[in-house]
């Protein structure tokens, strides 16, 4: 839902240049019949299938194979991404969902919990909250005051609220490696065509 956190995670750059992130296009959406729960202890939800409620989100287009691997990558273990139809909002209501109006469905996919459910909270996560509370823990700098929080958890080893998705946590090491990998395929095709 936080387009710096898909372009941290699809990118390594909270505020890459325009031309960059061109074809990506977002989109508010309603995904019905599912709950979105706070995992206990951590900065991040998690969406479960509940016949009676519905979860707002973000329909995002024209991701690449490598800004999905990526994404595997940042979700880690305990989601599955999973086929589901949203609705596309052709207006965005309050946070309780009161004045959305539910536009054209839409294929999509998204990151189901496969984990222990004991796991979650009762309450819904709030994305507002995470903005305003959470957020910098997320696309801060390594070394910003922000960050020391979660710089030190995964240091000392304790919980990290991000769930190792922080700038040194072991998914984040995860998606530069992977990046890496990608640099070096694009070398070596460079380095190909020139010979």
Known sequence: MA??????????NVNPPASTHAHLKTYPA????FRRQRVAGCDYPAILPHPESTVRGTYV?????ADMKRL??????????KPVKVKILTTTGDASGKGN?????AEAETYVWTDDVRLLDDAEWDF????REKMNFWIGA?????????????KEGTIDPTGGRGL???ISRELEKHSMREEDTKAEVNENLDD
């Open 61 to 65: 287009t024209g991701l690449t194979k």
């Open 30 to 33: 309603i995904l019905h019949h």
């Open 101 to 105: 109006v539910e536009g054209e469905e």
């Open 142 to 154: 390594e070394g910003e005051a922000e960050y020391a929080e979660v710089d030190s958890a995964v």
């Open 3 to 12: 387009p710096e956190v898909l372009y941290r995670v699809c990118f390594g």
């Open 168 to 170: 040194d946590g072991s």
């Open 128 to 131: 507002r909250q995470f903005r």
């Open 72 to 81: 595997d990558i940042f979700e880690g273990w305990s989601y599955r991404r």
